[in-house]
């Protein structure tokens, strides 16, 4: 099951989706309990790459007012980066502060060895020794791995050794093992505007919702097709799902979406170069912004020089296109009039690259 909610307002968003699974019938209130969000590199959160505080923010908020006593935010950023820089550029520093928190810098921690699936890992000691670990990854693109959300986050709760290390042996591997031995309870995962090209953000694209689930291999094989991939074109997946980390997303999987009738529209204010060039074919009339993110992700997948051979016809999408009839190529349930439908509200990346795929 996947409960996904959209808006803009993220800490509160954050809250009733903790709600809307119960996640108090699985707390105790002397549970000693980790955050691990994605403090990759000292980027804020609205440039695409690190996850939202304000989203932690309702994760602390929810687990004070239960009780939760033991509560520490666990996160190392990428080799070559300081944490320390990337808590005070993302507003950590003021977050630890307000709520008393604790900061483990998974860098310095202590690590122990865990040998699986013939690999021998070292993993830090407070990320192991949780009761309660909630992983809050950003839903965005990777240069090497294509896709990087919940199974690829776990990568912070190792020192720069081991990533090192996991570069030399293939990264598909290893993050599929480090999942076989860190098991987090929950999954909270920021979709509000990562960047579909770069992890270390620059290009964001706003689509406005928050997803949370428990198994991290339904959740990314899921992901992976807003962002316009199979599951089976990430290696990762794949391997956890080889390992027993859990199951593929399929048609029989259930999604609740919570305030989809609130969904923000679409804003062009303030795109990268990148993702102006990507819009540049698309007529755009009232498009929810959830919908217009996955028609970029997908153009962004299928490369706009190839869309545009192929179409050379704009591309429709948003409420105003409802009992339209048009040539081309129309986005989501509204554009139903279109002569080739992605259908869905909103579709996924992978819905409309098979439409693209169907024009002729
Ligand atoms: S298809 Fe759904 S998500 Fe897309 S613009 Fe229409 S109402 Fe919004």
Known sequence: MINIIYGTE???MTYKLLQSVSVEKQLRRDMNVVIKPNLVVAKPAYEGATTHPEIVEGIIRFLQDF??????IAEGSWVGEKTDRSIS??????????YGIK???TKKDKIIKKNAHGLELGVCVTILESDFLINVPVLKGHCQTKITCCLKNLKGCIPD???RHYHNIGLHKPIAVLNTILKPNLHVIDGICGDPTFEEGG???????????????????YCARLLGYLPEEIEYIRCAKEYGVGNLYNSNTKIYELQKENRPKVSNQNQSRIV???T??????????????????????????????KTHKSIKIGQGFRNVKSAGIGIGDCTKGCEYNAAGCPPSAIDIINAVDRFK
């Open 10 to 12: 993220k800490l509160d």
């Open 67 to 72: 009780g939760i006593t033991k509560l520490v």
């Open 89 to 98: 550029c993302c507003g950590y520093d003021t977050l630890i502060k307000r």
């Open 103 to 105: 900061f483990i810098d």
């Open 161 to 163: 050794s081991e990533k």
């Open 203 to 221: 290009n964001p694209v706003a689509a406005n919702r928050i997803l949370i689930g428990s198994d991290p291999v339904l959740l990314d094989s």
């Open 276 to 278: 102006k060039e990507l």
């Open 280 to 309: 540049q074919l698309i007529d755009e009339r009232n498009a929810c912004s959830a919908c217009y993110a996955t028609l970029i992700f997908a153009l962004n997948k299928i490369g706009i020089k190839n869309f545009n051979k």
